[in-house]
């Protein structure tokens, strides 16, 4: 017999007669210890940090319809090892290089009388993935996944903090976010973010998925967090076949929240760029014919109030030209709009525009300004219209100019309607396999006409922007349109408490920039309720390689002194740090523009005015800077003065501190310009 069939029989040998096998697995800084078992004749992983444990042994494994549970009665057969220490460049991102360093161990689980699956772990010192992986085998022709029991154990709960928002609800992942201990909460969306009692953050999430559900995390015991997989109509969680994987089920891991919001754990557990060249997606700034619907001086439909008119596009391109800005996004062009738009689903053409707004005009018109006509498609769930005009709308598109497209999917959750080969109406869920396979399709096919998209009413982000560049943006939370008629709108922790999580899965259009507090009377019910200056912040703290400058043009021209910070802030980094933070409290974020020398700085807080210090450590040694401040002034208020804003200028260098002053619901944006 050969040595190595040997050796592995030898490794065998301990599970085969019942004696269990522990496998370990370090991030290389050895801070952070994965631990794998088939101890209770099933397999458990276990997580510790620092000597402390944050994951509590925990099940693994997966139930199919046709082949039963992969998971209870499978022990450990075999293993591999490896390490990577890589750099690579994004196109476009929050930080230009990002570093791949993590010790990977891949554990064979196998089972007499059903077969064979692997899972695969990759440590790294922010954090771990792991992932299920079936080779191709006997039986497993066609698979069903009808559960995955994958179990995240938290210990110490009652001590434990959670922040989460509802999953599998009617408004999908577009609720405020809630602050409780972990037992209090209910089914929840990811990224789920925790702080133990030790002051270790942790947050749950996934990377990668593709042709997978989106999973939930439900609890069953206080602490014991299992992951639900979002079902097609038929209850099916995920259809397939031998070979597959799953998505990375992530945990990120850090000593505090500013520390969590530097991760970069997602986007290294997804595959590199498949597009090749990608010179041709450009991230920048734009305005639109978007806020004036939501605030009611526009109407989607057609009519005296329509919004998406030649006349009206063309101001707002002259005003973007005059300005500095790449592009103009206009909403309600197109056939389908009129009525009840949101159950128009089957009405909607993505190639006829009314006849009050000429593309043919404004991409020519366009061209001569140097500024993009960005294109809209809201398909009100129904994406079989949609897919069955893609080609032709992006065809169109590109004939008149347009490079970026905002696409929309409003549909209530597990109402996506979609036509199956019988004919008949299927509701499907937008995180569900269907779905994920839907957004996937949109975007490669928008890549072969060199088109990026930003997708609103997405299924959450898992760091695909890295295989495919042209995926510049999504929502996925609540955003700026809730401030003009939500119920309630955003309250001021909301902006403090997205960095720390819907910000971890990746960039995020929270479309920032409304300077007019008051649109609906002295007292309206709805309102962003922030100051004018943390308005400006959130250009710096909520990431999105495309950012918009919201309101109407007229209002930026009653505050022109402020709107310069908007003209000013790049979209693009060399670096970003996140300097300090408390979820839901308060957040500083600094940023690096690419291919410059200038640094930019967002602060804000919640409810609470406070006092923040900020060390400039991170500016070029031996460099000045002129420090261009915007900042809440010494009376200002979110909800009594939001308009009371200072702006002033000082040198400084990486050896000086800054003493920020937040106002109620206020913030602080700075430019730091290298001399």
Same mark, same amino acid.
């Given at each position: ?25 370090? !991030?290389?800084?050895? /801070? ?23 994951? $509590? ?8 319809? /046709?082949? *039963?549970?992969? *998971? ?7 293993? /591999? ?8 460049? =994004? ?18 689980? =196998?089972?007499? =009388?059903? *077969? ?67 037992? $209090? ?12 009692? &030790? ?42 076949? @031998?070979?597959?994987? &799953?998505?990375?089920?992530?945990? /990120?891991?850090?000593?505090?929240? $500013?520390?969590? @919001?530097?991760? &970069? ?13 990608? &010179? ?27 919004? #998406? ?5 063309? %101001? ?159 929502? *996925? #939370? ?26 971890? +899965? ?42 918009? @400058? #919201? ?12 709107? =310069? ?10 670096? !970003?740090? %996140? ?47 002129? +420090? ?48």
């Amino acid at each position: 017999m050969a040595v190595r069939q040997l050796l592995s029989l030898f490794t065998l040998l301990p599970s085969a007669f019942g004696m269990a096998t522990s496998l370990s697995v370090m !991030s290389p800084n050895q /801070q952070l210890v994965v631990t794998v078992s088939d101890e209770s004749d099933a397999p458990f992983y276990q997580v510790s940090y620092r000597g402390e444990t944050i994951i $509590a042994p925990s099940l693994l494994g997966l139930e199919f319809k /046709q082949q *039963g549970q992969f *998971g209870p009665g499978f022990v450990i057969a075999d293993s /591999q090892r490896s390490r990577a220490d890589n750099t690579w460049e =994004q196109p476009w991102g929050e930080r230009r290089l990002v570093r791949d360093q993590h010790n990977e161990l891949m554990v064979t689980l =196998q089972s007499q =009388q059903a *077969g064979a699956f692997n899972v695969r772990f990759r440590v790294f010192d922010d954090g771990l993935g792991f992932r299920y992986e079936v080779n191709e085998q006997p039986g497993m022709a066609q698979v069903d996944v009808t559960d995955e029991m994958t179990r995240f154990n938290i210990p110490n709960p009652q001590q434990t903090t959670a922040w989460w928002i509802p999953a599998r609800a009617f408004n999908r992942y577009e609720y405020i976010y809630r602050t409780t201990s972990l037992p $209090a909460m209910e089914r929840a969306n990811t990224p789920l973010t925790f702080k133990l009692p &030790s002051g270790v953050h942790l947050s749950i999430h996934e990377a990668a998925l593709v042709d997978w559900s989106g999973m939930v995390l439900d609890q069953r015991r206080d602490g014991e967090l299992k992951v639900t997989l979002t079902p097609w109509s038929d209850g099916v969680m995920v259809k397939t076949a @031998a070979p597959f994987k &799953s998505s990375w089920r992530t945990i /990120q891991v850090a000593d505090n929240a $500013a520390q969590l @919001a530097n991760s &970069s754990l997602i986007l290294n557990l997804n595959e590199p760029n498949k597009l090749g060249d990608v &010179s041709w997606v450009e991230p920048g700034k734009y305005i639109g014919i978007w806020w004036g619907m939501h605030i009611n001086k526009y109407t989607w439909g057609s009519g005296p109030q329509h919004g #998406a008119t030649t006349a009206n596009t063309k %101001a707002y391109m002259d005003f973007a030209a005059e300005h500095g800005f790449d592009g103009v996004l206009v909403e309600g062009w197109n056939i389908g709009w009129d009525g009840e738009w949101f159950h128009n689903g089957d009405l909607f053409s993505f190639t006829q525009p009314y006849a009050d707004f000429d593309i043919a005009e404004l991409g020519r018109y366009g061209k001569q300004k140097g500024v993009k006509l960005i294109g809209h498609h809201e398909t009100s769930g129904n994406v079989t219209n949609y897919r069955n005009q893609m080609d032709d709308a992006f065809a169109l598109y590109t004939q008149h100019g347009v490079s970026q497209i905002k696409t929309g999917y409003v549909a209530d959750g597990g109402d996506i309607k979609r036509i199956d080969a019988n004919g008949h109406v299927r509701n499907e869920w937008h995180d569900g396999q269907f779905m994920v396979g839907e957004y996937l399709h949109n975007v490669q096919l928008a890549a072969k006409y060199k088109l990026s998209i930003n997708t609103h009413e997405p299924v959450k982000d898992t760091g695909l922007r890295r295989t495919y560049p042209n995926w510049l943006s999504r929502e *996925g #939370a609540r955003g700026q349109e809730f401030n003009a008629w939500g119920s309630p709108p955003n309250p001021p922790e909301h902006t403090a408490m997205l960095p720390f999580t819907r910000m971890l +899965a990746g960039p995020m259009d929270f479309t920032p920039g409304i300077f007019d507090m008051h649109f609906g009377g002295d007292k309206p019910l709805n309102r962003p309720q922030t100051t004018l200056a943390k308005q400006l912040a959130l250009y710096v703290v909520l990431y999105s390689p495309i950012q918009m @400058a #919201a309101d109407l043009p007229e209002n930026y021209t009653q505050h022109m002194d402020a709107f =310069q910070f908007i003209k000013d802030v790049p979209t693009d980094w060399e670096e !970003s740090i %996140a300097l300090d933070g408390a979820v839901g409290d308060f957040v500083v974020f600094a940023r690096q523009q690419r291919g410059g020398s200038d640094w930019y700085l967002g602060a804000l807080t919640d409810e609470d005015a406070r006092n923040v210090t900020v060390k400039l450590d991170f500016l070029e040694p031996g460099k000045r800077y002129e +420090a261009q401040v915007y900042r809440d002034g010494d009376k200002a208020h979110w909800d009594t003065n939001p308009y009371d804003y200072v702006i002033e200028k000082r040198q400084v260098t990486a050896n000086d501190s800054l003493n920020l002053q937040l106002a109620a619901s206020g913030g602080s944006a700075i430019r730091f310009k290298a001399l």
